[in-house]
């Protein structure tokens, strides 16, 4: 059993900023990816941003320059830092961890609302 619990959304004024995490705990070991994905009610569930385990990044076009994702591999954790939100970065955002022991497995956090008011 894998548990994904994220924290850190929350009310924000445009311009504002929050801080994302997700920590991954149970059987789960060689984590590869970790990132953060985005959902507003009637769209898909869109890709903000991305980390592998070597530290690669890869962001959404529309978050890059004021979004971060960095990880804390001993602690099992990815983090997003939200800088210069928007009112349109408003949505449900969703943790995702892969890792791939003993095949890959993609995990999903629970989701936590982040709403930017203009």
């Known amino acids: 059993q894998v548990t994904l619990v994220e924290s850190g959304g929350g009310l924000v004024q445009a311009g504002g900023s929050l801080r994302l995490s997700c920590a991954a705990s149970?059987?789960?070991?060689?984590?590869?990816?970790m990132g953060w994905y985005r959902q507003v009610p009637g769209k898909q569930r869109e890709l903000v941003a991305l980390?592998?385990?070597?530290?690669?990044?890869n962001y959404a076009g529309s978050v890059k320059g004021r979004f971060t994702i960095f990880r804390d591999n001993a602690k099992k954790t990815v983090y997003l830092q939200m800088n210069s939100l928007k009112p349109e970065d408003t949505a449900v955002y969703y943790c995702?961890?892969?890792?791939?022991?003993?095949?890959?497995?993609?995990?999903w956090g629970q989701g936590t609302q982040v709403t930017v008011s203009s």
């Open positions: 149970g059987r789960i070991s060689d984590i590869n990816r």
């Open positions: 980390i592998t385990s070597g530290g690669t990044t």
């Open positions: 995702y961890v892969q890792d791939l022991i003993p095949t890959i497995n993609d995990y």
